[in-house]
């Protein structure tokens, strides 16, 4: 089973910051990882799909990267804003597998 | 607007009750996914649809069951066998099986006392 685990648990930055977001998952036979926000009390919101023949995305101020021999995802975000506070989740799947397994996600603050 | 609706957004029920949760998408996609979150917890797969008619258990599947009688409706019943049923619950879906980008619902938070 894909195992996901993502660090910090929490983080807050001033605004303006550049900032990273890490999560590692345990099976390198990854079919695909998507980052989600998730604001207090609401459903996910879709940010980035890496699929697993993609070393990276990018959306605006987002960037992601996969590595999948580490087996290593990162979320950059440039230029943070206060309206970027929110949970952020990394979920991979396998490719023996159909659904996600998430992570616990990153709570991030970002002050004014 | 396309989307996935999901009702009602806040649910209170009895212990012992029976509860169906809906889950409604436009997308025009294959695949359903119920998910349950709990403080502290990531995400944990209950039941997924591939297609119309066809389900499997996920990961957390006891005291819940599902039906797929329709392309676009996914309903979640959390029976009183479900021995810790409090939780926020989240239905996504993807253009096909698992291996696409999941587009999730605005969840339903139950509360079971």
């Known amino acids: 089973k894909q195992e996901v685990t993502q660090i910090p648990a929490a983080l807050s930055v001033p605004e303006g910051e550049n900032l990273v977001l890490n999560c590692s998952f345990t099976?390198?036979?990854?079919?695909?990882l998507q980052w989600f926000r998730q604001d207090p009390g609401k459903g996910l919101t879709s940010l980035l799909l890496?699929?697993?023949?993609?070393r990276e995305q990018t959306s605006g101020r987002l960037n992601a990267s996969l590595d999948k021999s580490s087996g290593r995802s990162t979320l950059y975000i440039a230029a943070s804003q206060p309206g970027d506070s929110a949970t952020y989740l990394c979920?991979?799947?396998?490719?023996?597998?159909?659904?996600?397994?998430f992570g616990k996600g990153t709570s991030l603050l970002v002050t004014p | 607007d396309g989307g996935i609706t999901q009702s009602p957004k806040y649910l209170f029920r009895k212990e012992g009750q029976n509860v169906t949760l809906s889950c409604e998408q436009n997308?025009?996609?294959?695949?359903m996914y119920w998910y349950r979150q709990d403080p502290g917890q990531g995400l944990r797969l209950i039941y997924y649809?591939?297609?119309?008619?066809?389900?499997q258990k996920g990961d957390i599947a006891e005291g819940y069951s599902v039906s797929r009688e329709k392309k676009e409706s996914f309903p979640l019943t959390v029976t009183s066998a479900q021995k810790n049923p409090t939780a926020f619950y989240l239905c996504?879906?993807?253009?096909?099986?698992?291996?696409?980008?999941?587009?999730f619902g605005p969840g339903t938070r139950l509360t079971v006392t």
């Open positions: 996504a879906s993807s253009s096909h099986g698992g291996l696409y980008e999941q587009y």
């Open positions: 099976d390198s036979a990854i079919y695909n």
């Open positions: 890496i699929q697993s023949s993609q």
């Open positions: 979920a991979a799947n396998s490719n023996s597998g159909y659904a996600l397994n």
């Open positions: 997308l025009n996609h294959d695949a």
């Open positions: 649809s591939q297609i119309v008619n066809d389900f």
